[in-house]
């Protein structure tokens, strides 16, 4: 397992539900891979060349990237009037999940050039597509994390999922369908005992991408568009269709439209705590190398600091220096 730079050495881990609920602001961003280039390479290119750019970036609190296997609609019992299947061209095959603790800190993100025209710009050498959200201020809340571990690398080490929710159409509001998703649905799910971490994320309506990239498409591939999703990581499989015990399905019925449930693969964390992670600074080939090699004083403070200068410091670069 990686160690992270997040934090000092000899500390006690912070706990990982209260550092990501300390932020304000979420963005949500689902790729699909370009279809001329192999997924691996696809992958590859998104933690360990476009991810690092990130990380260069002041401002961003954590930043994920979760990679995604194929819709699972087998893991559910069947509810009546909710679609489990999701066609395979509008099924994403990763998603980027970026916290901010403040509006001042996504403005300085903003206005910064890597993040105005380098990150945009190099979209296009590995998706085709982008569909990018901000969620609505103080939404997003992690409501459990037994797993515990604020700069994951790799393989998670439950199952996880990302759970995606269309609403009904003209059934409720936005707001309306939100507060169904968080306090019916995310709540009473994050006290089932075999639940390890829950995250719920409302998201806006979808009309256009918040992140923009020179050619590559920003409309969804289909009319089933997410109004939010679930981070769910369980104790194995089963737990997933036993949610729905403490769940009315008569009224999730009414809501929810369809849900596609998308296992994660591999989870890797850029930033955590406002400041880079190994992976974010040197990319994870590199990281594996380092550690394999057993050069422990490559991952020192000092010679970090010496090599990226400013980026090592994270969201500490917004502040005055004393």
């Known amino acids: 397992m990686l160690v992270d730079l997040t934090f000092d050495r000899g500390s006690a881990m912070p706990e990982t539900g209260g550092l990501e609920n300390a932020a304000k602001l979420a963005l949500t961003a689902f790729f699909w891979w370009r279809t001329d280039i192999q997924h691996e390479v696809c992958e590859a290119y998104w933690r360990d060349v476009h991810g690092i750019m990130f990380s260069r970036v002041p401002g961003l609190w954590q930043c994920r990237q979760l990679r995604l296997a194929a819709n699972r609609p087998d893991l559910w019992p069947a509810v009546q009037g909710i679609s489990l299947e999701a066609p395979e061209a509008a099924q994403p095959q990763g998603m980027s999940h970026g916290l901010f603790l403040s509006e001042a800190d996504l403005a300085a993100f903003g206005r910064n050039p890597i993040a105005m025209e380098t990150i945009p710009n190099d979209a296009h050498n590995f998706i085709s597509r982008i569909g990018a959200q901000l969620s609505p201020p103080d939404s997003g809340r992690t409501l459990v994390d037994r797993i515990n571990d604020p700069a994951m690398q790799g393989a998670p080490p439950v ?158 670069q917004l502040r005055p220096r004393t």
């Not at 036993?242 to 009414?254: I, M, N, R, S």
């Not at 296992?263 to 890797?268: A, D, L, M, N």
């Not at 990319?283 to 050069?295: E, K, L, N, R």
Request: charged share 20%.
């Open 159 to 316: 199952p996880t999922f990302v759970l995606c929710f269309v609403s009904r159409a003209g059934a409720t509001s936005a707001e309306t369908f939100h507060r169904y998703l968080t306090e019916h649905v995310a709540r009473p799910w994050s006290g089932h005992p075999g639940v390890m971490r829950l995250r719920v994320e409302p998201l806006p309506p979808y009309e256009q991408s918040a992140m923009s990239s020179p050619g590559v498409a920003h409309q969804w591939p289909s009319d089933e568009t997410y109004l939010g999703w679930i981070e769910l990581a369980v104790r194995n499989e089963g737990v997933v269709g036993d949610l729905l015990e403490v769940t009315a399905a008569d009224e999730l019925g009414k809501q929810v439209r369809a849900v596609h449930t998308y296992p994660v693969r591999e989870i890797y964390t850029i930033i955590s705590a406002g400041r880079p992670t190994e992976v974010g600074l040197r990319g994870y080939p590199a990281v594996q190398t380092i550690i394999a090699a057993g050069a422990d004083d490559q991952r020192g403070e000092a010679v970090l600091n010496l090599l990226f200068g400013d980026a090592v410091r994270g969201l500490d």
